[in-house]
């Protein structure tokens, strides 16, 4: 299966096709959840209407870590099957997690401003995923630090690999050290505690989110393969004359 | 074993004799104290307060100094290929070239702390707490840092880089160090906070190796 797919002319005949379904997904989706998240569900009891930032957070929050593991994930099949492919899906995975990480903390910190009275405090939950911006923006650095590219790829998937151990840190640091940061109420043992005129926008925002990254990882590998064709086909002709 | 007491003991005779990289962290450790010293305007009880905080942070960027240097030299003069074709395992290898760069770093650092505190009028009920937070802190700071020395080898503007990927992982280490000092300040038992700080120490020891030795092999092939 792996090695099927490691082909650059196959990956993208199998998932070139899936780009209009996945942008279709996320505008259809991220328009039903922004409608019913701004004017079905309700205002909270307490914070009225900033609790609708959650439509956001939340999700950003998923995709956060969520891009951290597919970076993981493919950083150890590159180095493991050593599949130049991986580490150009890895590689695209990046900027993108950062953009979640940095929408999650500034949405965070807008209501947390508004629900907390403070923008920042040095909560364990917050502490954690500002580290794991930084290890997303020490991903792209290292990536970029040699003027070898393929050595760069194999440190940056190495150190994706190193700071994996932040995700479950991440993910339950609010119940380890029950600081400021609510636990989790959706993903919970127990099933979700929240209410289905609230979950429903939620989860539709999630999925809009997750087809908005499935379509710019496709969009961005498939950049990434044109370019290297690019470039091989240049060498090739300045070889030729 | 007898090869890991030979690069320890080869390590510290050249650090012994160039002697700078020692005195740049130290050096460096009592010098940003000072500023501080300066900077929070020399008021006492303000400086006691933040002391145990700014120990561990100056103290944390003292042990990234040298950091860069640790497999740098041995790269550049060809002996760390030497060291890769000998037939002990390259985990063992990176074990020994991590304690010697504490012995070097981590340790004058640990011995610096006292006098730091003194300047900087932390309680010397707290002194104890430092420098046993500081032995269990600095060896994992040193663990992590040997992935990030053997990730950034060759790489351009590589000890700028290093404190990018680095810093992010030592937070955890700050945090408990902290906490361990200044629970012995407040007169309450700390040893939940140690054996958090003894809990990471372990973990580093067990998986800092294998990490390194995979980033090294990946960086010299």
Redesign the interface.
Known sequence: MLNFLANPARFMRIFGPLLPWCWAVAVLAGGAGLVLALFASPADYQQGDSVRIMYIHVPSAWMALGAYTVIAAFSAIALVWKHPLAHVVAEAAAPLGAGFTAICLVTGMLWGKTSWGTWWVWDARLTSVLVLLFLYLGLIALRGAFDDESRGQRAAALLALVGFVNIPIIKFSVEWWATLHQPASVLRAGGPAIHPSMLWPLLLMAVAFMAYFAALLILSVRTEIARRKAEALIVAGRRQS | MAILCAIIANDLRLAWRRGADTLTAVGFFVLAALLFGFGLGGDPSALARAAAGLIWVTALLASMLALERMFAADFEDGSLDGLMMTDAPLELIMLAKAAAHWITTGLPLIVAAPGIGLMLNLPTDAFAALMLALLFGTPTLTLIGA?GAA??L?????GV?IS??V???Y?PVL?FGVAATETALSGAAMDARLMALGGFFLAALALAPF?AA??LR??VR
Do not use: E
Not at chain 2, 154 to 158: E, F, L, M, N, Q
């Open positions: 992935i990730l950034t060759g790489a351009r503007r590589g880089l990018l990927l810093l992010p992982l937070i945090i990490a995979a980033a990946q960086a």
